[in-house]
């Protein structure tokens, strides 16, 4: 679980979208600390954060950008997403209007962003729902939103056929619990092709060539410049 | 699509300033006067530059160091004395704010601040602060005053004569330099003003007395009195150690400079004062000096009760912005204990909720929350309300609005200054792809308090208060530059900002901890820091700063514009499908330039409005006050601005999409305005005094139809009388966007049938009709058939064959069209359905020229008119019928199968009667919606134009093609034909009553509409007289031929020569001609009718009538002309 393992490893950009309070940020905490608690980071613009996930055969290092989620920051957002390979689109089931915001920026992605960036969308805040009960839910949980008296209000039926028909990654999760929250970037991991691991982030964007260059060095830095603290991973 | 945009507001631009080519506000490239003294100063808004005077300074040597020779004759500083109506400054810098003074004399600063913020020496002075003026008599100068303040007097217990003792009365002189007349002037303006602010030294004395500065300096006798608050340090402790602060020494050195050159509002500015910002505050001091040099505290000293005030007002409201703020306020500052209490998150809470309430615009953004949680350590709730409303408005405008324009903005000019000053560091990041703003943007928006220690942070804030947002850049700038080489190292935006993240952590320690030089070595990081942004980065003023902003401003706003324009464009929802990409874009350009343009008029004529008003009141100094700095709203990347369009805007909207909306009759807005007070009051807007602007702008008036007024409706879904994006999308998409015939077909029907019961009545048919050729004469667009010519007239095929859309020499299809909708007025109401058939039988025949029967249904048009929803003609009339009896209601289907079936031939002779007896206006009719599209599909040119010339008679990409300027020669209505000499005046008395008459005259359209209406009813009652004579109805083309042969439209279509189009005698209708069809029953209906008018005017009011029909009175008056 360590750096010590010679795999071969590479640099993730991974961004995260999302309405406000949908618990991106808590997302972000779970994976990279494996902790839940009243966000003591305010997110100006975005947090950085990183942490590693190692898949057999390569070590993944995510460099996360965790964005501010209030409506007036969505103009910044570009910035960065710019060059993402991955993006976390989070919803809360507790909330329609929040996937609604979610569909929106997976279109803005979609158009946007780097062409073959892999999106998840997550809808978080799955404790609040009465399927969170049973302890690994087949997805097929509660559809009907009131019946149960939770407070689920997006079926995963429809978050689910949505996320089928734009080819994203889906999953529910608790931040809280922690359910399938490391799943989530383990699956990332997985999607993200060799190919643009190789040719590090950025593939397909408008690089310029001084910026394809030093690619490959990139990754070897990446490697030697460890800043050590949060090295154990979370997956 | 986005050059286009940008096309279109640069022209919006340069009509609002025709100098300017960038898309610059008329503020910011030449900025105020006012404004800029107001930016120097510091001082509120409502203040203006009325007097200067050069001048010179002398202040006494103070108490404390009398025995001092050097300072026995005290300090002397020439400079310039300002008054404003509230305020008298003293400046060291020579800037001049006269109106005569150049531009680059009133901003060409000097000093630290470069006309950001008080620089240099001097002061500035509340009038309510000066106790007392003496002229001194002098020898050398003609004017030497002393000034006298309330400086440390303001607590009635303390004695005058007192303070004298203790020698703490402060005192100054100023030698006003300049001719006898200019002194005399400004004396005069000073004598004003002091006694203005008599009245306000109460509330300078409640203001103060918040202050610390007060309390630091209280007297012997009041040292039992408890000190004011300042802030949450004075409970929590105040960030920092603060012996390492060294706390207490700046507190003498500060209480000692504020005795000798007057504390709070009465302090003046000497070299020492700015010496002593930049090593720091002291604790307690610090929120008064921020609040004093930010020049919050006069905006304090303006309205001290407002924060209360705010709060007490929206007490228990909810909003959007208070809901964000609960979610920040425990993780603002959270490291800080004052926000692990109660106390303080409430403080903090109070304080952005009142803030938000205040300026809505802002409301609430992430990141105000650690800045005014960061205030709040060191001033009082109302200090960090006031300073917080400094910041937003001044210090860094834009940073938080909704769109953030101003942080982007600054990210720019930020990345242009690292360009410029360290191209090494520039070309590296270029080539590892790190963004430089992800990086800085925090630094920026949060003031680094969220990036550095916070006794660092404040530090900055220091100085930033005194000297404003280019200390901002300045320390940005050396951040990049101390670590530069780390940086250069630095390949990926992790590796970056972890470089900087250890150096914010390091500050506290030694810059050279390898120093052999101990002086060297205790020089902090920060203190490196400090050094490099204001000595290295000396260059970077509030000019340059002002300059690049200006210089990227446009491009930050097109970018924002375009996410805007691309998130609104994807969130329009599924009817916005039907809009091509192209289109949608267009739209939405149109949407808000329309918005914007309209915004622009009404500000520059406010602005004028406001000029004019004081011209004629005050003196010409007060022209350049006011409503500057509000000229540049509207524009979608400046944040909120109006989203929703009002009739008026629709109307301009529909002008630059299609010719028909474009008026006929340009330069009669004004008349216009005048019936406007006649329409039903949810169309009125505030229509704005057309005094020197036009209404409409550059742009082609807009028309005004009744047919505009019911689109309108039809797309206001929400009924608020105002159009989203979404309304239009939603709007243009239905008829454009499916490109099908029946839905056009029934998308119209809809239009007409008010009441949604599926039946149009006869007033809808006619108002249907005169929309028809209120919608072609401009010329149809889209493709119309050659076969055409088979239909409507008597197929002059040769004529037929003329092109489409343009001028049409002779008869041309958009001729034909007219015959067309006649044709369509007399089918229609053959196979409308009796809304009565119990009553049809006895009165089936009944005479039909009686011109009483007819001023009858035209006073239900009237009715109908005035409440368009109500549609309760039924009812009106009396008859008793609910409207859509179950009768009726199972009639119209079997008709229409049965019609639709084998078209217009098995018409029985039953339904003819039936139909007989429709024409009757004493009958009611209706017709529903399959016979509507039966009718309109018994005619090619009609179908046609609804499958294709209607849809595609909006042009949204390209805009109104240019052929169709806004005169009235491409009008192929019956307005152009023949009588353009004539004036249009006397028609209005023929037309019966002045309402109606001055309704003609004022809206050419309408007018056209009226006689078209008039005419058509008269054809109907001959029509009827067919009937009656050979009891069938038109039931083949051919037929309907013949009909038209009678109907004024066709005569004049096809009597002329047929020769060039610019012939108006080849297109008119001869007045002979006229005379013919309609001299008879005019004028024996004359006079009745008349009286009818006037007599059923009156209970509504005078409403003019669009389609009350301009009957004829007066037999030279002929329905078509113009």
């Known amino acids: ?235 | 699509m986005f050059s286009n945009f940008t096309n279109i507001v640069q022209k919006a631009q340069q009509f609002i300033d025709p100098t300017q080519g960038l898309n610059l506000s008329n503020s910011d490239r030449n900025p105020s006067k006012a404004s800029l003294f107001q930016n120097q100063f510091r001082i509120p808004s409502t203040q203006n530059p009325l007097h200067e005077i050069n001048a010179e300074l002398t202040i006494p040597p103070s108490n404390q160091t009398s025995g001092d020779k050097d300072h026995d004759r005290g300090w002397h500083y020439a400079g310039k004395l300002h008054l404003s109506e509230g305020y008298m400054c003293f400046s060291t810098t020579p800037s001049s704010f006269a109106q005569s003074a150049s531009v680059s004399t009133s901003s060409a600063f000097t000093g630290q601040t470069h006309g950001g913020g008080p620089s240099g020496n001097g002061f500035t002075w509340p009038l309510c602060a000066i106790r007392r003026v003496e002229r001194l008599n002098s020898q050398n100068f003609q004017f030497a005053l002393a000034f006298t303040t309330w400086n440390g007097l303001l607590y009635e217990d303390t004695k005058d004569t007192k303070a004298k003792q203790d020698g703490r009365e402060q005192r100054i002189i100023i030698h006003l330099a300049g001719t006898r007349q200019s002194c005399e002037r400004f004396c005069d303006g000073l004598k004003k003003g002091l006694r203005a602010g008599v009245g306000s030294v109460g509330k300078l004395r409640k203001v103060v007395a918040e202050d610390y500065s007060e309390y630091l300096l209280r007297t012997e006798d009041r040292k039992g009195i408890s000190p004011p608050d300042a802030g949450l340090g004075m409970i929590f402790r105040y960030p920092g150690d603060p012996k390492k602060l060294r706390d207490r020494a700046k507190m003498r050195l500060w209480a000692e400079y504020l005795r000798d050159n007057g504390r709070n509002v009465t302090l003046i500015r000497q070299p020492t004062f700015h010496k002593l910002i930049r090593v720091g505050l002291p604790n307690r001091l610090r929120g008064e000096i921020w609040e004093l040099t930010s020049g919050s505290i006069f905006l304090r000293l303006e309205n001290p009760t407002q924060y209360e005030e705010t709060l007490a007002k929206f007490e228990g409201q909810d909003s959007l912005a208070i809901d964000e703020i609960e979610k920040d306020l425990n993780r603002s500052l959270p490291e800080y204990p004052g926000f692990q209490s109660e106390e303080g998150i409430n403080r903090l809470r109070r304080v952005l909720v009142a803030y938000s309430w205040t300026n809505t615009d802002v409301g609430y953004c992430q990141a105000m929350n650690i800045v005014v949680a960061a205030l709040l350590i060191y001033m009082s709730e109302a200090q960090a309300f006031f300073l917080l409303s400094a910041l937003c408005d001044r210090l860094v405008p834009g940073y938080y609005s909704t769109t953030m324009y101003g942080t982007l903005l600054d990210q720019k000019v930020f990345e242009g200054l690292v360009e410029k000053t360290m191209p090494i560091l520039w070309d590296h990041l270029v080539k590892s792809d790190v963004q430089l703003s992800v990086v800085s943007l925090p630094w920026f928006l949060s003031l680094y308090i969220n990036s550095m220690p916070l006794v660092f942070a404040f530090r900055v804030l220091d100085v930033f208060f005194v000297e404003g947002p280019k200390v901002l850049f300045q320390v940005g700038l050396a951040i990049l530059r101390i670590n530069g080489e780390e940086l250069l190292d630095a390949t990926d935006d992790g590796t970056f900002i972890s470089v900087l993240k250890s150096y914010f952590s390091r500050l506290e320690e030694s810059a050279h901890p390898k120093s052999e030089n101990p002086k060297l070595r205790a020089v902090t990081r920060f203190q490196e820091l400090m050094v490099v942004a204001f000595k290295e980065f000396a260059g970077i003023t509030h000019n340059s700063i002002t300059e690049l902003r200006l210089k990227h401003k446009d491009a930050v706003l097109n970018n924002i514009e375009n996410f805007a324009k691309r998130t609104a464009i994807r969130n329009l929802g599924p009817d916005s499908k039907l809009l091509s990409t192209e289109e949608l874009g267009a739209l939405y350009d149109r949407f808000y330039n329309i918005l914007y343009e309209r915004q622009q008029r009404d500000m520059m004529l406010q602005q004028d409005k406001i000029r004019k008003a004081k011209q004629s009141r005050a003196r010409a100094s007060e022209i350049f006050s006011g409503g500057q700095d509000e000229v540049e709203k509207g524009r979608v990347g400046l944040g909120p601005s109006t989203s929703h369009m009002d009739y008026d805007a629709f109307r301009e909207f529909l002008a630059s999409t299609s010719k028909w909306a474009i008026s006929d009759s340009p330069g009669s807005s004004r008349r216009d305005t005048m019936s406007e007070s006649d329409r039903p009051t949810r169309y009125q807007s505030a229509r704005r005094p057309t005094e020197s602007i036009s209404p409409w702008g550059s742009g082609p008036e807009p028309a005004e139809h009744e047919f505009l007024q019911r689109l309108f409706k039809k797309w206001d879904v929400d009924g608020n009388g105002q159009l989203t994006l979404q309304n239009v999308v939603t709007g243009l998409a239905r008829i454009k966007g499916r490109r099908d015939i029946m839905g056009t077909i029934t998308y119209f029907f809809e239009l007409y049938d008010d009441d949604n019961d599926g039946k149009v009545d006869r007033e809808g048919i006619l108002r249907l009709s005169e929309a028809l050729l209120f919608l072609s004469r401009r010329g149809l667009e889209g493709s119309l058939s050659p076969s055409a010519s088979t239909l409507a007239l008597n197929g002059d095929a040769g004529v037929v064959r003329e092109s489409q859309g343009s001028l049409p020499p002779g008869a041309s299809a958009n001729e034909r069209f007219l015959g067309s909708v006649s044709a369509f007025i007399r089918r229609c109401f053959e196979y409308a359905d009796p809304d009565h058939p119990n009553n049809q039988a006895s009165e089936k025949f009944q005479t039909e020229n009686d011109a009483e029967d007819n001023s009858n249904a035209f006073a239900i048009g009237d009715d109908e008119d005035e409440d368009e929803e109500d549609g309760g003609e039924e009812d009106l009339l009396g008859f008793g019928s609910p409207s859509g009896s179950p009768s009726k209601a199972q009639k119209p289907p079997t008709l229409a199968t049965e019609d639709t079936q084998d078209s217009q031939r098995s018409v029985s002779k039953a339904k003819s009667e039936a139909a007989n007896a429709a024409l009757d206006p004493a009958h009611p009719l209706h017709m529903t919606l399959p016979t509507f599209r039966m009718v309109v599909l018994a005619d090619e040119l009609l179908e046609q134009f609804f499958e294709s010339s209607f849809p595609t008679s909006f042009h949204i990409v390209d805009g109104v093609p240019s052929t169709a300027s806004p005169s009235a020669g491409g009008l192929t209505t019956f307005s152009s034909l023949g009588f353009g000499s004539r004036p249009p005046v006397p028609i209005s008395p023929a037309a019966g009553g002045a309402g109606r008459g001055l309704r003609g005259v004022m809206d050419g359209i309408i007018t056209d509409g009226m006689r078209v209406a008039t005419e058509v009813r008269r054809r109907m009652d001959e029509a009827q007289k067919e009937l009656e004579k050979n009891a069938l109805p038109g039931q083949k083309p051919d037929e309907d031929e013949e009909d038209d042969e009678d109907i004024g439209i066709a005569v004049g279509v096809r009597r002329g020569p047929g020769g060039a189009s610019g012939d108006s005698d080849s297109r008119s209708v001869k007045s002979s001609d006229l005379d013919l069809l309609s001299g008879a029953d005019a004028e024996a209906g004359a006079v009745k009718e008349q009286e009818a008018n006037l007599a059923d005017k009156d209970p509504h009011g005078g409403k003019p009538l669009p389609h009350r029909p301009a009957t004829t009175n007066e037999p030279g008056v002929v329905e078509f002309e113009g």
């Open chain 1, 1 to 235: 679980m360590s750096e010590s393992a010679p795999k071969p490893s590479s640099s993730v950009k991974l961004v995260l979208l999302g309405e406000a309070a949908v618990g991106k940020s808590s997302l972000v905490l779970r994976f990279v600390n494996n902790d839940f608690q009243e966000n003591k980071e305010p997110t100006i613009g975005a947090a950085f954060l990183t942490q590693k996930c190692n898949l057999p055969s390569r070590t993944i290092k995510f460099e996360i950008w965790d964005t501010a989620g209030q409506e007036r920051f969505a103009s910044l957002a570009p910035m960065y997403y710019r060059n993402a390979q991955a993006a976390l689109v989070v919803y809360d089931l507790t909330k329609p209007t929040s996937l609604v915001k979610a569909k929106h920026w997976v279109a803005e992605l979609q158009r946007q962003a780097s062409p073959g960036i892999v999106i998840a969308l997550v809808g978080n805040k799955l404790d609040l729902t009465s399927d969170s009960k049973t302890a690994d839910s087949d997805e097929e949980g509660a559809d009907g939103e009131d019946d149960s008296g939770d407070a689920r209000k997006v079926s995963t039926e429809e978050a689910k056929a949505y996320a089928e028909e734009e080819s994203l990654l889906f999953f529910e999760t608790s931040a809280k619990t922690g359910h399938n929250v490391s799943e989530v970037f383990t699956a990332i991991a997985n999607a993200i092709p060799e190919t643009s691991l190789k040719s590090a982030r950025g593939a397909g964007a408008s690089n310029t060539a001084a910026g394809r260059a030093s690619e490959e060095q990139r990754v070897n830095l990446g490697n030697a410049r460890e800043s050590g603290s949060k090295d154990n991973c979370a997956c």
